[in-house]
Nanobody, 123 residues
């Protein structure tokens, strides 16, 4: 069973930065494609990034372009989400998800999900 574990997040003022990490205790982590999603109250789950097992980005949401970046370090079994210039509308629960298939922006593509991390941006 693949267990995806997230860390990071929290509360920050507008314009601030936060980072999230995503990891799993599997020997073949570099075989998995990863997606970062978020869900705000009353809204559908939104895809932010998809990154392939070779660290090639396959999708970036317009809402975070130029502000958020994704990277992965397969030697550490970790994918990172760096969030800069945060806005109140970025407030949501953020999720990391993994798939052994091709990464897409569709949540149903992913079979393994992290526990979710609250990110709150407010003054």
């Amino acid at each position: 069973q693949v267990q995806v574990v997230q860390s990071g997040g929290g509360s920050v003022q507008p314009g601030g930065s936060l980072s999230l990490s995503c990891t799993a205790s599997v020997f073949d982590w570099d075989y998995y494609a990863i997606g970062w999603f978020r869900q705000a109250p009353g809204k559908e789950r939104e895809a932010l990034f998809c990154i392939s097992n070779s660290a090639g980005e396959t999708f970036t949401a317009d809402s975070v372009k130029g502000r958020f970046t994704i990277s992965r370090d397969n030697a550490k079994n970790t994918v990172y989400l760096q969030m800069n210039s945060l806005k109140p509308e970025d407030t949501a629960v953020y999720y990391c998800a993994a798939t052994t298939g091709a990464p897409t922006s569709l949540p149903d593509t992913y079979g393994y999900w992290g526990q979710g991390t609250q990110v709150t941006v407010s003054s």
